[in-house]
Structures are given as structure tokens and as C-alpha cells.
């Protein structure tokens, strides 16, 4: 085995880490849709996507190796959704989590040696870097711009635009 128990276990936990991400993000944009917030559904919608990509290049990464990554099984989503504003900071939140569990993976593998594992994970470091940008960028409009009608749909025309850079 060329990664150890360990790792190997941290690995799979960021998969189902990340189906969890992808599914909460797809929740939201089915809530979004409902509400009236069409560009938060498609930027949501789009997040979801990349959240599956994630969780494929793990599963892709371990199959290099010759390891049969197992698929999890996921969370039920939150299902009751308050505001736009709450399930970005819900998202901002989950994305911190997952940037403390990236690291504590690279921790691992640099302690075992294994730097195969903290280059290839090199890129999620970047990736995480983003994502909080992002979601904290985010959640920045809401002080900005406000949070009365007039101030979502314009924070809802922004996250549309952003749906291509996410
Ligand atoms: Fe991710
Ligand atoms: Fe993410």
C-alpha cells in the first residue's frame, strides 16, 4: 500500500466530506429556485457540481493507486432554509470546516512521509483559499448592499454572475 491506514482513512472521510457539500449545495439552489432567488440557484447549482468534482478527484486519486475508494453514504441536507443570507453563512462555515480537514490530511501524510499525498492535495489548498474568498465576499454584500428586497434581488443578480467564476 502506498499510503498508509490512516490517510487512507482521512481520504475517504474528505469524500463523503465532499458529497455532503455537494448535496447541501444542491439543496439550497432547489430552495433558492422556490423562493424567487433564480441567479442564487444556478450559482448554487454550479457549486454543486464542483463539490462532485471534488469528490471524484479523491476517489480518482486513490484509484491511481490501486485502491477501490468506497462511496459513502451522504447526509439528508438541512431541508429549512431562513434566508439567503443564512445559507451562505451555513456555506461559509462549511467551508472553513472543510479547509481544516484538508489540512489536517496534509498534516498527516507530511508526518508519515507520504508526499505524493500532501502534492496532490496541494491543490485543494488553493481551491479552499477561493472558496472562503468567495462565501466571504458573499456574505460582504449583505452589509453592503443590505438586506431588504430591493438589496437580495440585486445580491441575486450578483451571485448569478458569479456562477461562472466559482
Ligand atoms: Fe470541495
Ligand atoms: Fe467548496
Redesign the pocket.
Known sequence: MKISDQTLKLLQEQIAI?AN?ANYYLSVASWCKVTGYSGASCFFRAHSAE?RE?MSKIIQYLNGLKIHAQIPATEQPPQNMESLEQVCKIALDNEKN?TQSINKIIDTAQDEKDHRTSVFLEWFVN?QINEEDLFESIMQKFDIIGRDKLALHEIDKILDKLKDTS
Do not use: G
Request: charged share 50%; net charge negative; glycine share 0%.
Open positions: 465532499e457539500a463539490e471534488h472543510v481551491e
